[in-house]
């Protein structure tokens, strides 16, 4: 549609006959009422009795707000005035107001800049429309992935009991954690590291078919029916991967073996609970490599406490993150003229639990039994069970730890380093 503004009549007369459909206006404030609610309009003929400042004024406001409105200017004389004005105020074109055919050809060429203007807002829409559905969708694949990556991550969290002293209560308590975490209704497994002379099988009270070694068989395709295979169960939430039963094996679980069964038992139960031999040895590494926890035990005796001393500053060098330590003080009632105070100063570590030497922690341990079940009153026994509870609740958040903490992720790598050199 055109509209016409002339505000001579007979003039407008003329433009608005010529122009069919169109609509003539004699002043500014009708033609301004009509293009800011008509969106339909394409075209505005400036008839040649409008001055020139109320012209340039329209034009300059459909330049703004409406870019698709062809402002088409005529004057009597299109001189160079006309033709500047035009210009500056940004009309699409001047044509002479007696060039009817002229003014027909503006008006067709306003129609079809209009209709091209029209295309491309559309075409805008669209590829922006398009462009937030692509956007949206791959929003909502990424939040499934992520969804799904989450529910597959390991759940299970590796706890390493862990000294560089033999005989300090390690498999005592390795043993009454993985007890204590099973009967709080986690699920449990308890691999014995302590390849030469483990004892978890025998303190509870279990005679294994297959052992840590038979992992060999499995020539390196570590998975969790391969390993359900070798478990030896103990309850319904603890099972058991034994030490081997003869020290002459002559197949031996390699480091490799155990890295990969403890990364698919962190996916098969909450928690892995490993005990070890008492020396940084190979597969003691593999384990606090892998640790959430690092449980460390002495007794309050100075060769334990040299010994910590060396394991904590080993661990130290090696960067495993303190914040993941925890200290277990056993036999702490010996009167050996050293008291805990002295003992925790000089190790730089507060116990997180003390256990008191007692006769019914060999009574269990000859019965076959956790201390916790065996002796649930007993002092060291309830000790035990709120240690397993603290250490539960410590490091058994949503993230596993080395998610958590990128910088702990990075000294993983110079532990390796450092085990090499
Ligand atoms: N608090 C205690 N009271 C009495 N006996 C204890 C106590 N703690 C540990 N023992 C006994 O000491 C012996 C060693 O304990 P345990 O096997 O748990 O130590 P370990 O550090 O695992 O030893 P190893 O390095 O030989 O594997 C066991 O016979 C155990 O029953
Ligand atoms: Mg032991």
Known sequence: MTAVLEPDAAQR?????????????????????????????????????????????????????????????????????????????????????????????????????ANAIGQTLMDEAQAAAESARAQAEADAAAA?????????????????????????????????????????????????????????????????????????????VIDAEGISSILTRHSDNLSVVAAPVRIDSPDQASQDDVAKLLEALKRMVDFVVVDTSGTFDDLALCALDRSDGIVLVGTLDIPSLKALKLATSTLEVLNFPKSTWRFVLNRADGKVGLTVEEFEKTLGLK?????????????????????????????????LVSFARSTADSIGGETPAAEQNPSSRKSSGSRLRLRRA
């Open 144 to 220: 499934a992935a992520a969804a799904q990556a989450k529910a597959e991550a390991p759940r299970g969290r590796i706890i390493t009991v862990f000294s560089t002293k033999g005989g300090v209560g390690k498999s005592l308590v390795a043993t009454n954690l993985g007890v204590s975490l099973a009967a709080s209704g986690r699920s449990v497994c308890l691999v014995d590291l302590d390849v030469n002379s483990g004892d978890v099988a025998i303190m509870l009270q279990l005679t294994p078919h297959r052992t840590i070694n038979d992992l060999v068989g499995f020539n390196g």
């Open 13 to 113: 007369g003329i433009l608005q006959a010529m122009l069919h459909g169109s609509k003539a206006f004699a002043d500014l404030e009708g033609l301004d009422e009509h293009v800011r609610t008509e969106t339909n309009e394409f075209a505005v003929v400036i008839g040649p009795s409008v001055p020139s400042e109320a012209a340039a004024e329209l034009a300059q406001w459909a330049r703004v707000h409406r870019p698709d409105l062809g402002v088409i200017l005529l004057r009597h004389d299109v001189d160079s005035a006309a033709l500047s004005l035009a210009l500056r105020s940004g009309m699409r074109e001047v044509v002479a107001a007696r060039d009817l055919a002229g003014i027909t050809t503006a008006v067709q060429r306003a129609r079809s800049v």
């Open 351 to 383: 116990a997180d639990a003390s256990l008191v030497s007692s006769r019914e922690v060999l009574a269990a341990v000859n019965r076959g039994e956790a201390l916790v079940t065996a002796y649930p009153n007993h002092p060291n026994s309830k000790a």
